[in-house]
Structure formats: C-alpha cells, structure tokens
C-alpha cells in the first residue's frame, strides 16, 4: 500500500495510471486546489494542518510509504484548521516557510520520518518519465551553445537549493531571466518579445535539492510555451527531470528546430 500526496498538474494522473496498470494499492491524501481526486474512491480530502488525521490515517492503511507528486499550493497558514498534531507540527512549518517552498516539503519529509513513514522519489513507479543523456532532436547544441549551458548550470547550482528556482533563460553565457514563483510558464511569457536568437531554456535540480518531492517538470506545453518565446534549446538533468507528453513534445522540438538534450 502506498500512500499519495497529490496536488495539481498531470503527473499525478500518470502516476495513477502506472499504479494502476501495475495493481499496485493506493490511497490518495488531495492536496489539489478544488479535491480534482474526490471522485477516486481511494481519495481523502484532507487540510494540511490536520497532521494528527493525516498520520492516522496514513497507519491505518498500515502504509509504511508515501509519495509527493503536482504542484502543492503553498498553504496560507492563517487559514489552516488545526488538529493537536497540527498545533504541535505548524511552529516548525513557520519556520521552514521562511527559507522557500522546497524548505516547506523538507520539513514534512522530516516529520513523516519521525513518524516511522518513507517518503520515496516521485518517480518511483513512473522511470520512463525521465530521460537518459544524450540528444533527442535532430537540432544539435553548437560549440557557444555547450559553453552557455555550463555557465547556466553553474548558476543555477549556485542558487539556494530551498527555494522555488529550478530554471533559467541564458543566452551567449548572460542571464535572461530567472524563473519566479509562478513557475516556468509566466517566465517564458515575459520574454516572449525578447529578440536574442540563442536563447537557451535550463531547468534542473539544483545541487542539495530534496529529489524524493521536489523534480522539475516539462512537457509538451513547455515546448509550445518555448516557441513563442523563441527559445532554441532545452536542457534538463539526466534521469531526475519529469518529461510529460514526451512523444509529442520531441514531435514538436523537431518540427519546430528546438534541441532537447540531457546533461
């Protein structure tokens, strides 16, 4: 039995469906936005700061395992219904709140752990979802293009590992833009009437990033999101980036003359 913390986006519904078609058993805590799990039967909508209900639940299952996957909205703690559990936990999730969103995860990862329950990589029942290295696209990266890619690297490595950036828009070695808050979406959207033509598109785990919780994503409508932006090439991290509609996506890098490789 293993036990789902699942929020918004498709990877968790790609996870779902390998469970499925590997008869693994399941139950679902939704974190989503508006419960879009409810109709599962297997589904718990239940608030975060219910840490006592949450961990009840969790043995009751006799669930020894759990898996974070989507996009968890940052709970507002002022709005949060607590349980004793809760009251007990939520000074240590202020806390972490403070050093980023990845810190929040971390610090549920460590009372989970105290709870005697395993918080395993996201990407545990769905490996096809990630790429080996290598070049997937008839476009290649160009010698300048290697050089900015390590430069971009090293800068995202430099950032701090609980915070929410895990991408990057470089070009010719110089920054473009940093991802925000509102994710890798809304940075391509700001640049998109940017006319440099080296553009290059990295989003990786940064050094010291939590991987069990914490992968960055792309998908085919990263590389739609790319186009517009005039973005020549993608990089992502070998084995620990989640490639969403990876067939259609590499359709579309090709037609499209976007490289995606894997450092």
Same mark, same amino acid.
């Given at each position: 039995?293993?036990?789902?913390?699942?929020?918004?986006?498709?990877?968790?519904?790609?996870?779902?469906?390998?469970?499925? #078609?590997?008869?693994?058993?399941?139950?679902?805590?939704?974190?989503?936005?508006?419960? @879009?799990? @409810? @109709?599962?039967?297997?589904?718990?909508?239940?608030?975060?700061g219910k840490?006592?209900?949450?961990?009840?639940?969790?043995?009751? #299952?006799?669930?020894?395992?759990?898996?974070?996957?989507? &996009?968890?909205?940052?709970?507002?703690?002022?709005?949060?219904?607590?349980?004793?559990?809760?009251?007990?936990?939520?000074?240590?999730?202020?806390?972490?709140?403070k050093l980023?969103?990845?810190?929040?995860?971390?610090?549920?990862?460590?009372?989970?752990?105290? %709870?005697?329950?395993?918080?395993?990589?996201?990407?545990?029942? %769905?490996?096809?979802?990630?790429?080996?290295?290598?070049c997937y696209? *008839?476009?290649?990266?160009?010698?300048?293009?290697?050089?900015?890619?390590? *430069?971009?690297?090293?800068?995202?490595?430099?950032?701090?590992?609980?915070?929410?950036?895990?991408?990057?828009?470089?070009?010719? /070695?110089?920054?473009?833009?940093?991802?925000?808050?509102?994710?890798?979406?809304?940075?391509?959207?700001?640049?998109?009437? %940017?006319?440099?033509?080296?553009?290059?598109?990295?989003?990786?785990? *940064?050094?010291? /990033?939590?991987?069990?919780?914490?992968?960055?994503?792309?998908?085919?409508?990263?590389?739609?999101?790319?186009? @517009?932006? &005039?973005?020549?090439?993608?990089?992502?991290?070998?084995? /620990?980036?989640?490639?969403?509609?990876?067939?259609?996506?590499?359709?579309?890098? &090709? #037609?499209?003359?976007?490289?995606?490789?894997?450092?």
């Amino acid at each position: 039995m293993i036990g789902l913390f699942l929020g918004e986006q498709k990877l968790p519904l790609e996870i779902l469906k390998s469970l499925k #078609k590997k008869k693994i058993k399941y139950f679902i805590i939704d974190l989503s936005k508006n419960n @879009k799990f @409810k @109709k599962n039967k297997n589904s718990y909508s239940i608030n975060i700061g219910k840490f006592g209900k949450i961990l009840e639940l969790i043995k009751s #299952k006799k669930c020894k395992s759990v898996l974070f996957a989507g &996009n968890i909205v940052k709970p507002r703690i002022t709005k949060l219904k607590l349980d004793l559990k809760g009251i007990y936990y939520i000074p240590r999730i202020i806390k972490a709140s403070k050093l980023g969103d990845a810190a929040i995860l971390r610090e549920l990862i460590k009372i989970l752990s105290e %709870n005697k329950i395993k918080v395993i990589k996201l990407n545990t029942f %769905n490996p096809e979802l990630t790429l080996s290295k290598g070049c997937y696209t *008839k476009l290649k990266p160009s010698i300048i293009d290697k050089l900015t890619i390590k *430069k971009g690297i090293e800068i995202l490595n430099r950032s701090n590992s609980l915070n929410h950036i895990q991408a990057i828009v470089i070009n010719n /070695q110089k920054i473009v833009s940093f991802e925000k808050r509102k994710g890798t979406r809304d940075m391509l959207k700001s640049i998109k009437n %940017n006319n440099l033509q080296n553009k290059l598109l990295i989003k990786m785990p *940064k050094s010291k /990033q939590d991987l069990r919780v914490d992968l960055p994503t792309i998908g085919l409508d990263t590389l739609i999101d790319c186009k @517009k932006a &005039n973005i020549k090439g993608i990089v992502v991290k070998a084995g /620990q980036n989640i490639f969403l509609d990876k067939s259609k996506g590499l359709q579309f890098a &090709n #037609k499209n003359n976007i490289f995606v490789i894997a450092k």
